[in-house]
């Protein structure tokens, strides 16, 4: 009787166990990540665009990420300072370089403040 009730309560614990952490930059493109990294560059794109690219080192498996913002809030970021992104992760299969990019969950471009922070 006790092995039963052991087995039971092994079985219950093992269900209520919390699943282990999924890794960043998974090949599903549904869902929203959160990604801390340090900015390696900054690219503003040529006048009279207003965007710049945010190109940041990614956890592994990512490595090499890319993220499109407002140049107004490229400006408040630097190379060599951290950031923090929260949004869609995909794998840039155009590149060819196992590159990945960020995109925001609203609006047209990454946000300041609201789709990432960078110190």
């Not at 592994?60 to 993220?67: E, L, Y």
């Amino acid at each position: 009787m006790r092995l039963l009730i052991s087995m039971f309560l092994l079985v219950v614990a093992a269900g209520a166990a919390p699943a282990p952490p999924r890794a960043a930059c998974a090949d599903d493109y549904f869902t929203v990540e959160t990604i801390r990294g340090t900015i390696i560059e900054i690219k503003p794109a040529p006048e009279p665009f207003k965007t710049a690219d945010i190109h940041f080192s990614g956890p592994p498996p990512c490595g090499d990420m890319w993220m499109q913002v407002l140049k107004t809030d490229a400006l408040r970021c630097r190379a060599g300072g951290t950031i923090e992104a929260t949004g869609v992760v995909t794998l840039d299969a155009e590149a060819g370089d196992n590159s990945w990019d960020m995109g925001p969950t609203k609006n047209d471009y990454m946000t300041l403040d609201e789709d990432f922070r960078c110190g």
